[in-house]
Every structure is written in structure tokens, then in C-alpha cells.
């Protein structure tokens, strides 16, 4: 067989930079599309890692299946250690040819192969993506997938796992037949009946129109495509249960699945299996992330909850009791719990400043306490002994000192510590 290559590939009309690449080698016969995906460099790294790693195992003589896993560990390997790249992944769709009227279609992701046959299209390969998933559940209509949100979202690609199960498709050939492959930004752009209206010409032109084609149809991702032309086949080697006089039927007959099996013909229960793994290895990092996050937001709360501190209110008059962290902590914002009823005015320069800056934080006892000793600095007692500590002449204060409060203050029970605390405050200034 002998099959005639020609490409195109370009950044489109969004992206600023292009991740896909191709590999076109006709000496070892490996024709193939990777799209790139990770941030700019960590798609480009991740698909040009794969086509120089399939290169490299097609030339020791490994199988199309094995040159893809190869490609696999390159690519977590280039990953490892380096944080620019980390989590870089890639789709790979490779086609080689076969002995006799075949070639053998290797995928992974959702960049696709299709052969064009007389004129008529299919689709020779299935996406690994969410929305594929979906349609072959039921869940969405072929429709519906086209303009789904989640189109993008895909379930199997290279480097994202330490293995990769590769899909395998045997699919015959005749002269004159046409294969592209290509990446997402084409299909995505692009119906069937689209594909097949640019792809006709030559080689080079086909691959051109189409990718002009979908930078017409808005270009949102980069674009690349191979165009396969079958020049020459082996018609000896023809499967007899062919019928190369009915198109239809032959396209529909053609299209053996080597491994693994039709995706139509895999159990539903298998497909959902995989599902579950994967939300549960989602929940696994998810869960612990909640966990911790709620454990922390309820420590805060209950510190936060339980603080108490004493400063003036929202207008800066009135001496009070906040419930709380002063300027709050996670969302949780401070608030009065108790009004004191004392004046700011009436308070010392330095108690002002104090008290505005907050302080006494603790408990409600702690700041009830720091509230009353303001407070009983505005006795009466406070502002007659005041003098005291000034007078030039003790001796003399002293004795005034000490009956003063016993005239205002009805008690003497009380005045008699202040008479001492007077006394003793004397005889050291003397």
C-alpha cells in the first residue's frame, strides 16, 4: 500500500500560541495528530514529547499500541519535577498502514480519523470525552453534543496516568479512498457534510481549504489535519466478505475493531464503572480539602465567638463591650454586647487613646473588670486627691486631704482607706 501525505496546521483565531502536532514519516509509515493540552508550554511540550516519542519506538519496532504507551511514560516523565509543565497531557491519533487493502488506526482523546470513500464520510474513531460518554448512555442526542458546554472535557488522554489503554481500529482501504485526521479544532468547527465539502482536490489544497474552512467557522482552537490519499493496495489480500460494488455497504463492512471492542458493544455496567472511579478519585482529593477547610472555619468561628474586648462605639462617644477580634477574622466582624454608659469626654487623654485603640481583650469578665476601674477613676474621691500628689507642701495637703472625703462621702467605711492611701502617699513625697 502506499499512501500519499499532505498537512496543514494553524494557531486559529483565539489562541495565541499552537499546541498541536504531527508526525508525518513515510520511511517508518506512521501518519499522526496530537493536540496539546496544560497552558501554552505544557501543551506544546506534551504533544511534540509524544510524536518524537512514538518516532522514536516505531524505529526499534514497536507495535503502533506500544509506540503510543511509550509516549505515555515520556510525557510523565518530562512532567516530573518541573511545575511549569506539571499535569501536561495530550491526545495522539496515529494511522499506519498494513499489509494487503488496510491500515490500523491507533487513539486516544478526541482527536478523530475519518476516511472518505466516494464521496461519502465516517467517522473511524471515538472520543474519549464527557460528552461522548453521554450519547452513547442516552443521555444526549448526536445534537445536543455538538453544542454542549462540556464538549471539551475529555476522559482519556496521554501523560494523565501511568498507563493509557489505546483503541486499536483495523480498517480497509481502497485505491483512491481518503483518511484525515485531525485535531478538535476542526471537527469541532466543522459538520461531516462540512469535512467532506473542503476536503477534495489535492492533497495540499484539501488541507488548506479545510482549515480555512474552520477559521471561516470562527477558529476557536488551533487546527491541524492529514490527509491521507491511497494511491495503491494490494487488492490480493482483499477480505472476501467485502462488496466493493456497494458503497454503502462497504463502508459500513470495512471497519473491523481489532481492540478494544466497538465501543456500541461495550456493557453499559463497564462504562459506568469506569465513571465511578474516576468521581471517586475525584472525592478523594475533594473530601479531605471540605473536611479541612470546615474544621478550620468553625475553630475560627468559636475563637472569634468567645473574645471580648472594650472600645468606644461606632460614633466614638460611648465606652463599650465588643464581642469578638478587632477588625474581624474570616467574615466574622465584631459586635457590641454592652453598653457601659461612660463618656469618652469624660476619660484622660491617655484613657482615650486606650480605649479607641482597643483593649482589655479576653474574656467579658476581663473587660467588665477594665470598664469599672475606669469608672471608679471618675469618683469623687479621685478628683479631690488629685491635688494631693502636686501640692508643694505635703504636710500641709495632707490632713485637708484626708477629711475632705470624710465630709462629702456619708460613709466612713469607705473613706477611711482613702484617708491611708493618702497618708502613705504623703510620707513618700516627704
Given at each position: 500500500m502506499?499512501l500519499?501525505?499532505?498537512?496543514a ?11 498541536d ?19 501554552h508550554?505544557g501543551?506544546e ?7 518524537e ?8 519496532g514497536a ?6 504507551r ?20 495530550t ?14 488506526v491507533?487513539?486516544v ?11 461519502m464520510?465516517?467517522r ?28 471539551s472535557i475529555?476522559t ?8 493509557v ?6 480498517v480497509t482501504?481502497a ?17 461531516d457534510?462540512?469535512i ?9 489544497s ?16 488551533n ?11 494490494d ?6 466478505d ?18 478494544p471492542?466497538?465501543p ?26 471540605v473536611?479541612?477547610a ?9 475563637y472569634?465567638?468567645t473574645?471580648?474586648y ?13 464581642r469578638?477580634?478587632?477588625g474581624?477574622v ?36 476581663r ?10 477613676a471618675r ?5 479631690t ?12 495637703t ?6 475632705t472625703?470624710?465630709t462629702r462621702?456619708p ?5 477611711a ?11 513618700a513625697?516627704a
Amino acid at each position: 500500500m502506499r499512501l500519499l501525505a499532505a498537512w496543514a496546521s494553524d494557531v486559529g483565531r483565539v489562541r495565541s500560541g499552537n499546541e498541536d502536532a504531527l508526525l508525518v514519516d513515510e520511511r517508518l509509515g506512521v501518519f499522526a495528530v496530537a493536540d496539546g493540552m496544560g497552558g501554552h508550554r505544557g501543551g506544546e511540550v506534551a504533544s511534540s514529547t509524544a510524536v518524537e516519542a512514538v518516532r522514536a519506538a516505531l524505529a526499534t519496532g514497536a507495535a503502533i499500541d506500544g509506540a503510543i504507551r511509550a509516549a505515555n511514560l515520556a510525557i510523565r516523565d518530562r512532567a516530573f519535577g518541573d511545575p511549569e509543565v506539571a499535569g501536561m497531557g495530550t491526545t495522539f491519533t496515529a494511522v499506519v498502514p498494513l499489509e494487503g487493502p488496510s491500515v490500523l488506526v491507533g487513539h486516544v482523546g478526541d482527536s478523530r480519523a475519518y476516511l472518505i470513500h466516494e464521496g461519502m464520510i465516517r467517522r473511524l474513531t471515538r472520543d474519549h470525552s464527557l460528552v461522548e460518554d453521554l450519547v452513547r448512555e442516552g443521555q444526549l442526542t448526536e445534537e445536543q453534543a455538538e453544542s454542549h458546554p462540556q464538549r471539551s472535557i475529555i476522559t482519556r488522554a496521554l501523560g494523565i496516568e501511568p498507563d493509557v489503554d489505546v483503541d486499536l481500529y483495523t480498517v480497509t482501504v481502497a485505491a483512491g479512498d481518503r483518511i484525515l485526521i485531525c485535531s478538535d479544532g476542526l471537527s469541532d468547527m466543522l459538520s461531516d457534510q462540512e469535512i467532506v465539502a473542503a476536503a477534495h482536490g489535492d492533497g495540499r489544497s484539501a488541507a488548506n481549504r479545510l482549515v480555512d474552512a474552520a477559521n471561516e467557522a470562527g477558529g476557536t482552537d488551533n487546527i491541524t489535519v492529514v490527509v491521507l490519499d491511497v494511491t495503491e493496495v494490494d487488492e490480493s489480500a482483499a477480505l472476501v466478505d467485502l462488496a466493493p460494488d456497494n458503497a454503502t455497504d462497504r463502508l459500513e463492512s470495512t471497519i473491523v475493531l481489532d481492540l478494544p471492542p466497538e465501543p456500541d458493544d461495550e456493557p453499559t455496567s463497564r462504562r459506568r464503572g469506569e465513571q465511578l472511579i474516576r468521581w471517586v478519585r475525584v472525592a478523594l482529593v475533594i473530601v479531605p480539602i471540605v473536611v479541612i477547610a470546615t474544621i478550620a472555619y468553625l475553630a475560627v468561628w468559636r475563637y472569634a465567638s468567645t473574645q471580648y474586648y472594650v472600645s468606644t462605639d461606632e460614633s466614638g462617644g460611648e465606652v463599650v463591650i465588643w464581642r469578638g477580634v478587632q477588625g474581624g477574622v474570616m467574615g466574622f466582624e465584631p459586635t457590641i454586647v454592652e453598653r457601659s454608659g461612660l463618656r469618652t469626654g469624660t476619660l484622660t487623654e491617655s484613657e482615650r487613646l486606650r480605649v479607641r485603640g482597643g483593649y482589655c481583650e479576653g474574656s467579658r469578665v476581663r473587660a467588665r473588670e477594665c470598664i469599672d476601674q475606669l469608672r471608679s477613676a471618675r469618683s469623687p474621691s479621685t478628683s479631690t486627691t488629685a491635688p494631693t500628689t502636686t501640692s508643694p507642701t505635703t504636710t500641709s495637703t495632707t490632713g485637708p486631704a484626708a477629711s475632705t472625703p470624710t465630709t462629702r462621702r456619708p460613709s466612713p467605711s469607705t473613706t477611711a482607706p482613702l484617708v491611708a492611701d493618702n497618708a502613705t502617699a504623703g510620707a513618700a513625697d516627704a
